[in-house]
């Protein structure tokens, strides 16, 4: 048995005696995390452009990984989890692996952001949770998340995401806590709480906290991801509140943070670089705040890719001009420890051995990195899972129906002319699920699921994000009132961010909206189980929401429906 290999020792012995013994090859292979899937360890996935599990540890010497893909059931990921070890175990220091997650317990369904459960419990977004205003409800579905992860493996959990939601637009607010500093920050070390447990250890899942310093404030709302989305501004001069939710999660004890991919503008002192490569901004976390734990950049700001057919630049917003090997010495100076979405470690090897970056700036990472396995008991304990204990833990009946009730809870009654809550025994005309009745003529009441709308973007990647126009089609409003003067009638919005619901309220008997509910959920919510109240302003209308400046909560005209707002029944 090495020394790194034994149990019985002090973790910052075994982290210096595995840092002895590693080549530069093995230490650059630490600080890059990218995606993989869950098919066979020799196979490449064409989709995303991905190598093949084999190609990661053995010609790359990588060990950390972002878990992609919705397999069938809680064994099929286990099994797979445990072939990915016994690889990485075979290796000259048998370095465990750590996988990693995006969220994937609600309803969202993006590649970039945000899994389908799957085999999981299923709850509502985390901006339902939000609406619950109920922490330990919060640290309940984190404690659940975290004992289903567990099981199958995924030991880093890549959120949780707390933005500020200061900008209506944006196609990324339900995965926040909506547009409130301080119920972001309670909520969201309830979060942390959950998933690491009174003490980091085994039985924790590590969270990695984003988008630091806080990624609300996108010009026009629009996305990051994209070129179109880089500039993040501030033209309310509220940098500082955005920060304020970190600063709540960094004291629950959260063990690493992702900076974000936008590019600020105008702020004095720091430059109009991305935050993954901005010096200043991570010094700030450092050096202000304290954080003495995990950088990882967001995915992709070093090379360009291909996904779902279509080109994807390398986000390098500020930086474009730049080298492969001059943005990762970029990202390195600027204090990152790892970077996301990338699996280049020959371009760190190369810079070293040029003499651009020191070895000890590299071991200084790879030691953060190493000791968040040994904590996790990655080489003891914890390197296999139980398959069978898997299957019966992942989606028990118990976590789901935690997660049902959850989902009824979190719906937010708007309005209501005493049609709620709901008798028994009515003819339901209903679309977005099945009713009793097919026609409205023939009903008691309508209930119609609505999404919020948005602007169709695409093709490919882009598709997936909700971005533009808060407002519903005219054609759409003309159809939904003309139900509503036939019969009374229910809308029920699925918020994935705000929504014009102006033109709609005064017509029907109730509205309530929703952050991810399923038909019974929704029914039971409507018979009197709803207790949400809204994570953000409803704005009046899209001219309020123009007028209103990026990174200031609250900031719409006389909203439609204030933060706070939801009916009893």
Sequence with gaps: MREYEDPTRPVDERVENLLGRMTLEEKAGQLFQHMITSGPLDESDAVFGLPSAKEYVHGKHMTHWNLLGVPGDAREIAEWHNRLQALCHETRLGIPATIATDPRHAFTDNPGTALLSGPFSQWPETLGLAATRDEALMEQHADIARQEYLAVGLRTALHPQVDLATEPRWARANGTFGEDAWLTGQMGAAYVRGFQGPEFGPDSVSTMTKHFPGGGPQKDGEDPHFAYGREQVYPGGRFAEHLEPFTALLAAGTRQMMPYYGMPVGLEGIPEVGFGFNKPVLDLLRDELGFDGIICTDWGLVTDAEVFGQPFPARAWGVEHLSVEDRVALILDAGADQLGGEACPEVVVALVEQGRIAEARIDAS????????????????????????????????????????????????????????????????????????DDPADADVAILRLQAPYEQRGPGFESFFHAGSLDFPAAEIERINTISAQVPTILDVYLDRPAILTPLVEGA???????????????????????????????????????????VPFDTADPLFRFGHGLTL
Excluded: C, H, W
């Excluded at 833990?393 to 709620?420: C, Y």
């Excluded at 919510?525 to 123009?546: I, K, T």
């Design 509 to 551: 008997a109730a509205v309530v909206v929703n952050f991810g509910a399923g038909t019974g959920p929704l029914l039971d919510a409507l018979r009197g189980a709803a207790r949400g109240r809204l994570p953000f302003d409803l704005p009046r209308s899209m001219a309020a929401v123009e007028a209103s400046r990026e990174d």
């Design 366 to 437: 790879v030691r953060r990195l190493l000791r968040e396995k040994f904590l996790l008991g990655l080489f003891d304990e914890r390197r296999f899972v139980d398959v069978d204990a898997a299957a019966r833990i992942v989606g028990s009946d118990e976590f789901r129906a935690a997660g049902v009730s959850a989902q009824a809870a979190a719906v937010t009654v708007l309005t209501n002319d005493g049609i709620l809550p709901l008798a028994p025994g009515l003819r339901i005309y209903a679309e977005g699920f099945e009713g009793t009745v």
